[in-house]
């Protein structure tokens, strides 16, 4: 099957710049989540929808980062305007379903943000 | 709140010796543990859960919730488990379930 998708693989930005990441998930699952991992770290759940609702957004710094999945299928994570702490790896991942006993996530292969 | 606690942020062993990697873990109520696992160049991908108490790889994990821990052992270690390792646990938090990783350790088995 299809992995999750993830796009770009690579960013390079200035601070103060906006920055927009894509994801596209397994087909058929219904949650989808952002993590964020900053080098030498877990990943850090920023964000997790269930179809096209916010079931978590208690880690996301709203007042720079955004996201959405319109259409309950693929999903795009902003960042404005950024700073240098924002430097990481973006993982997307999906599941089928949310909630206990659904935990087998799928990850894409992430991008990685550079601010300079 | 949930935390997971991974002590060793690099593990070094040679072939054929057994290696355990540590997780200890805080949270209040009845949690999930995971260990998800990154192969260099790989995505980030499920190795094991404790409710299937299964062996994966020759890897298998106990939880221990006298000692609030879930470490991960393997009798004989290979090569081709170099990795990073990631313990997670699974919460009710804020009303919504939550996976929460550890920071990871690198294993690297040496011939």
């Known amino acids: 099957e299809a992995g999750v998708a993830q796009s770009p693989r690579y960013k390079i930005i200035e601070k103060r710049q906006s920055v927009a990441f894509w994801c596209n998930p397994i087909?058929?699952?219904?949650?989808l989540y952002w993590y964020q991992q900053i080098l030498g770290q877990g990943p850090k759940l920023l964000i997790q929808?269930?179809?096209?609702?916010?079931v978590d957004d208690s880690q996301l710094p709203k007042d720079r980062f955004s996201a959405e999945r319109l259409k309950g299928v693929d999903s795009t994570l902003k960042i404005q305007p950024a700073k240098l702490e924002d430097s990481a790896v973006y993982l997307c991942?999906?599941?089928?379903?949310w909630g206990r006993g659904n935990e087998k996530l799928f990850f894409g292969s992430g991008t990685q943000l550079s601010v300079l | 709140a949930q935390r997971v606690t991974q002590p060793e942020k690099l593990l070094s062993v040679f072939k054929g010796a057994p290696v355990e990697l540590k997780c200890n873990y805080s949270?209040?109520?009845?949690?999930?543990l995971f260990w998800y696992v990154q192969y260099s160049r790989q995505r980030l991908q499920l190795l094991l859960r404790?409710?299937s108490r299964e062996s994966i790889k020759g890897f298998t994990a106990d939880l221990n919730k006298g000692e609030t821990s879930f470490h991960l052992k393997k009798p004989f270690a290979q090569e081709e488990d170099s990795a990073m390792y990631y313990c997670?646990?699974?919460?009710?938090?804020?009303?919504?379930?939550?996976?929460?990783f550890g920071k990871g350790t690198k294993l690297t088995v040496n011939p």
């Open positions: 991942a999906s599941s089928l379903r």
């Open positions: 087909s058929g699952h219904a949650t």
């Open positions: 929808f269930q179809n096209n609702g916010v």
């Open positions: 949270y209040s109520g009845s949690p999930e």
């Open positions: 404790h409710i």
């Open positions: 997670a646990l699974s919460g009710a938090q804020g009303g919504s379930e939550k996976l929460v």
